[in-house]
């Protein structure tokens, strides 16, 4: 179990901030607000810069702290008992203040833009049925990501070379697909951000306990899936070669 220590903490609310403001600053500026919103607002464009900005974090920022800025993510690293739990929480508050404070940035920077799409807070689309389903999209969005950083970040054979491209990668896909649906927050400092800024707290529930609920079951998959060929040295049989 690796210490941390104030620059870790500096890391992560520097990475969160950086990370919301982006997010936020590009649903202003490429989400459309009204009823037909999702089909007139290139989730392309948002998710590239979602994959970018976060795969930018990883390399510059996350060398200090490991790069969470996400704490579905911090979870997953204190169940791994990759950081101890009193960082955890420390962790945790330093990204969701750096939520806020990326939030207020496009805030100041997009005032009268903003103001419709409440500066990028996350909203449940009306193409889904309700909160139900906008949970499950949450939870499923996260247990990707998550699982991506455990399996080639911190897991026994992680290919650290590659984690920023594989993370920023997934973070990407997720903000197209997921983003029409629920905004892809997938992280509650994400959320809790602009939420604060802008007043919006609808569904609350939904974007702090779904990206908690896909990183425990991230880390079970991990923990009972892929550890264990990790451990033995097993990598699973190539397609045609079963005898």
Known sequence: MEDRGLSAYIAELVGTFFLVFFITAVGVLFIASGDTAQFGSDFAVIGLTYGFILTVLIIGIGIASGGHFNPAITLGAALMRKIAPVDAVIYVLAQLSGGVLGA???????????????????????????AGQGFIVEALGTFLLVLTVLAVALGIRAKKEWAPLAIGLTFGAIGMVMGPLTGASVNPARWFGPALVSGEFADAWVYVIAPLVGGALAFLFYKFVISGKEASGETGVAPGTQS
């Open 104 to 130: 207020l940035v496009t805030k100041a920077l997009l005032e009268d833009e903003g103001r419709a799409s409440n500066y990028g807070a996350a909203t449940i689309s009306p193409l889904l049925g309700g």
